[in-house]
Structures are given as structure tokens and as C-alpha cells.
């Protein structure tokens, strides 16, 4: 029997409910309801702080940096878009809805 577990959702929908209209740290257009957090400088480097980025723009960061080179860009302040992979993606997603999220499943 399938029941639907419903007990944690209250917990990331609050996340979503409460997040201003702001615009995504990566590409910039302004989130929809369904954003993401992430850590500018990993959890397992120490960093604490977190941005709100589009799911979709979380894995591509997730896809194209590691751990290292993802503290190497917050510590010298050198935007991920100087990535050219991250730079297409933004380009592209640019004119996409707030919550596109490509095929990727
Ligand atoms: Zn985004």
C-alpha cells in the first residue's frame, strides 16, 4: 500500500513560501516557486552562506565546478559565468519561464 509521506513537505514549502521575489544568484531572472539553496563556498569547506538559486541552475553548477574550484571563485570574487559552459547555460536560460527546468530526469 502506497501512502504519500506528507510530514516533511511543510518544511521546504515554508523555504519557498517566505522567499521574496528576488533574482537567482547565477543567472539573474528572477526566481520562481521553486528555488534552491546553495552554498557559495561549500558546507564541507565551512561556508555558511547561502544564495537562492533556479533547480535548474543549481545543477548546472553542480555539474560543471567542484568543491575546489567553486571556493577558488568565491575567494578571488570571480563570477561563474567566467566559466564558458556556465556562460552559455546563462545565456540560454535567459529567456526561459522562471520555473523551466529541462528534461534532465
Ligand atoms: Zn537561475
Redesign the pocket.
Known sequence: MARKIRDASWLENEATATAPPEP??????L?GETVDRFHPIPKSRGGRDTVL??P??RETIDANFTASELVRHAESGTPLTDNQTVARF?KW?AKKPADFHSATK
Not at 24 to 29: K, N, P
Request: glycine share 8%; aromatic share 8%.
Open positions: 537567482c544568484w547565477l543567472c539573474g531572472r526566481l538559486v533556479h535548474i541552475c546563462v536560460v
